[in-house]
Every structure is written in structure tokens, then in C-alpha cells.
């Protein structure tokens, strides 16, 4: 399995950034797959997640209405579209699969966002 984000980088209050995930390695299709972060000084928080299908989404209350997350199957790519960013927003971000019942996880992409 491998799970290879990117999009990430430095933005201003306010803005927005679009983080993608390719997946790899399994059957991306048939998997639900979230974004976390971390921020430092601070435990891995879940941001969301998407049906395998991508018909459904749930997002922690701290970005829900600023933060969607999409997926394309046939890309075996998952978004996480980011606006109104706040400087709290500042973490790594992290893509996540749990195929065989195992979590994976990417490299992550830095966000920071400052002015």
C-alpha cells in the first residue's frame, strides 16, 4: 500500500489549498479513506472521511463548512479541498486507508497558513 499526498505549502489567513492522496497497492474503490492532522505539540486529529463510493462525507466540527472532501475512483486519488483557511489550520496533513483491517498512512504535506 502506499498513499502519497501533496498540495500542501503556505497560504494566507483566508485562503485556500486544495491536498491531494494518490493511493496504491489495493482496491481503492472498495475503501472508505480519511485526512487527519497533526499539529505541533499536538496528537493526530481526525479532519474527515469519504465512503468508498464518495456519496458520503462526515468532518470534524472544527472545519465543517470550510473543508470537502472528494475522491475519484478512477483516479485512485482523494481530495481534501481547504478554504477560509485559519492559522490553527497549520498542521501536517495526512491521508488514511485501512485495507485488511490495517491502518496506512502517507508521508503527509505541510500546511501552514500565516501572514
Known amino acids: 500500500v502506499q498513499l502519497v499526498e501533496s498540495g500542501g505549502g503556505l497560504v494566507q489567513p483566508g485562503g485556500s489549498l486544495r491536498l491531494s492522496c494518490a493511493a496504491s497497492?489495493?482496491?481503492?474503490?472498495?475503501?472508505?479513506m480519511r485526512w487527519y492532522r497533526q499539529a505541533p505539540g499536538k496528537e493526530r486529529e481526525l479532519v474527515g472521511h469519504?465512503?468508498?463510493?464518495?456519496?458520503?462525507?462526515n468532518y470534524a466540527d472544527s472545519v465543517k463548512g470550510r473543508f470537502t472532501i472528494s475522491r475519484d475512483n478512477a483516479k485512485n486519488t482523494v481530495y481534501l479541498q481547504m478554504n477560509s483557511l485559519k492559522p490553527e489550520d497549520t498542521a501536517v496533513y495526512y491521508c488514511?486507508?485501512?485495507?485488511?483491517?490495517?491502518?496506512?498512512w502517507g508521508q503527509g504535506t505541510q500546511v501552514t497558513v500565516s501572514s
Open positions: 488514511n486507508a485501512r485495507p485488511w483491517a490495517s491502518d496506512y
Open positions: 497497492g489495493f482496491t481503492f474503490s472498495s475503501y472508505v
Open positions: 469519504i465512503s468508498s463510493g464518495g456519496g458520503s462525507t
